[in-house]
């Protein structure tokens, strides 16, 4: 029974389907539209005007379906726009954050160099001035030793040539020179000197005998 049930559909579906008309695809395309089911309504339509292409209905509402299809990507086209526009003008502003930082990391650094480069600069120069300091104070004690060494070669030239115009005097008077009572002692003290070392005279120590008249 069921067989039979099921073969006598199928020869009735296409006459069926021959019998829809251009309001039942109108009708069946607006249902599927006003439940918001675009996709389905579109193909009603569009499958309706492949047999019905004149029929002002169908016309219209495939206008509309696709009105609405361009409207709506162009809200697509245009939102894909403000999000590339927002995204390039987020990568902007990032870059532009990145730059910022990067300038000011690049002036923290240069800052920090400079002041680095200052500091040597400032030891550089205590170090300098240091050493100039040490090279003056060595100059100076040199100039100190050179300027006594010349005041005492000086005064001894003084000496000498007073000592010299001492003895000159003295010679003059007829009086001996210190030199001279110098070289006097000297000489006396040689001459003690070999009277103590000379050895006795053993016959002057022996008795002499004498004859008695």
Do not use: C, V
């Not at 099921?6 to 021959?18: C, G, M, T």
């Not at 001279?180 to 016959?203: C, G, M, S, V």
């Amino acid at each position: 029974m069921y067989k039979q049930i099921l073969a006598i559909s199928l020869l009735i579906a296409p006459f069926a389907a021959a019998a829809q008309t251009a309001d039942d695809y109108f009708h069946r395309g607006a249902q599927f539209y006003i439940h918001g089911d675009k996709p389905k309504a579109k193909a009603e339509i569009e499958t309706g005007l492949t047999k019905y292409p004149n029929d002002a209905q169908l016309q219209q509402i495939a206008a509309l379906l696709k009105k609405e299809e361009q409207e709506q990507q162009k809200q697509q086209n245009q939102q894909n726009q403000n999000q590339d526009k927002s995204q390039q003008d987020k990568d902007k502003n990032g870059q532009s954050q990145q730059d910022q930082k990067d300038k000011q990391d690049s002036q923290n650094q240069n800052s920090s160099k400079a002041k680095e480069k200052s500091e040597q600069e400032k030891q550089q120069e205590a170090q300098q001035n240091q050493q100039a300091q040490e090279n003056q104070s060595k100059k100076d004690q040199d100039k100190k030793k050179e300027d006594a060494q010349k005041q005492a070669a000086s005064e001894a030239k003084d000496k000498s040539s007073e000592e010299a115009q001492q003895e000159a005097a003295m010679m003059a008077a007829g009086q001996m020179t210190p030199q001279q009572a110098k070289q006097l002692l000297d000489a006396q003290k040689d001459d003690e000197r070999t009277f103590q070392i000379a050895p006795p005279n053993k016959n002057t120590s022996q008795s002499r005998s004498y004859k008695n008249w």
